[in-house]
């Protein structure tokens, strides 16, 4: 780092840098009561700065990993280094590592903050570089390469090495190294920097077991171009890698942020209604397998879970189909409304208290519980063949699951009224702002985000394409308006029934619990028209 510490860098901030410094990296408001200097420490640490980066975009990443491979460096360096030919790009990077406190900039040249290079220690997929290397090398190697490149005059060996280091990285330079290499030796290098491959297959017994002089890797070993690192195998030096592609390392980089373009959608009135319609079949569905629960007419495996047969079986007592009666169930233990002990499944305590509340506050309820979920509810519902589903398996937990379900619909809440999102530019827009929310690649961060755009949809949460006035209060974390557009949307619980001539009861609404509790004790239920008007029929 420059001659200022990060310590120092946060003296100078605004009390608002500061509060935005808390928003992003949550973890360092517990050192925030020692002072500046407490934060600056935890800041700087692996742990901190490995949260940091799950949560950065694309371009803070490629920026940071091009950072580590060539620090200290200006936004032209970075710029050179990868091929972009957007210096405007990598400075808005660099910006928003700076006010997350991963980067420091002092006088227009980047400095990483604290572990940063011990986080990204193969930044770009390279290898380590030649100061790293430099102990490997056999001193007649090292001076000899030092020689050659003009990188004497100081009698510190590490002085030295950074000086073969910087000179390596010139591709001027490396062609005097060059200059009397064979042909093969060439042709080796050249392929490793193709490769961008750092390591390098040595033979068992190395270094008693001489190569071939003849070897090309001979050549390049003793050229110091090369150095072993274990007994089987050896390293190239990522300035080489630098040096060798004057093109930048990574000339393609999504930098910038992913646009993602409204089209033509439904109206507002259009959305808030089918959303509505969506909410109370969810809702309804809910509370049919919260009683289906409560009854005990719900079969768990012996291997645990709900197999396919009876999930088939509950969707169509709930009216969904079978994928997403699925995740009702999934979202209904992340809620702790059921449980699964002894091997048998049972509604919860919560689940008698979550009955008493209002109709919009139970929804409420469990769309919240979604938001906050640590983990996907799609994810985990195929058995181990990949072919049968089974509900309530043994899915793991998404550290970061909560935090990119946050991004994707703060992304959908961006269309306006009146427009859609582009199906095809979602993932992609999403996944950019921060592709290390989304697992390890398996399944791909496309389709977690598929899945959170289904459930979503299957909660009334979006419709058309387009967010429903209750995800955008839930996003905007607006509880007036939140109580408001909920309430309209799931009408209140009725408390009064029609006793028709042809033995069938009817409520124009939900029934409150407890009657359509009693009502379903009595009589079957009946289809619903449209969603809200719950029938029941007698027999004789």
Known sequence: MGAMTLSDHLAAWSADDLAELMQHRADLLAASDRGLDAV??????????????????????????????????????????????????????????RRRAVVVVEDGVVFPVGALADLLHRPLGLGPSFVELADQLAPDVFDRLAARLRAVGTDHRSATARAVAHRLSDPIALAVVLEDAPDDARRLLEDLIDRRSPAVALPTGFPYKTLDPADPLAWLLGAGLVAPVTETGAELPRELVMAGRPDGLAPGAAIRPVELDAVDGLSADVVSGDAADRANLFLDAAESILRLVGNGEVSVRKAGGIGPRELKRLAKRCGLEPLATARLFELLALARLITVTEGRLAATELAGRWWRMQRHRRYLALARAWLVADRFLSRGLLDGDGTSMIALGDAEPVAAAAAGRAVALATVCRVPDGAAFDQDQLAGAIVWQGPNLWGTGQPPAEVLVDWTIEEAELLGLIAGSAPSPILRALVAEDETALTEVAGDALADDQDRFVLQSDLTAVSFGPLAPSIGRSLAQMADRAGEADGRTAGYRFTE
């Not at 490995?50 to 060539?70: N, Q």
């Open 40 to 97: 600056a420490r935890k800041a700087g640490t692996a742990v901190s700065l490995g949260r940091a980066l799950v949560a950065a975009d694309v371009g803070m990443l490629v920026v940071a990993e091009a950072l580590v491979a060539k620090s200290p460096a200006t936004v032209a360096d970075l710029d050179d280094l990868l091929g972009t030919e957007d210096p405007v790009g990598i400075a808005d990077a660099v910006e928003r590592l």
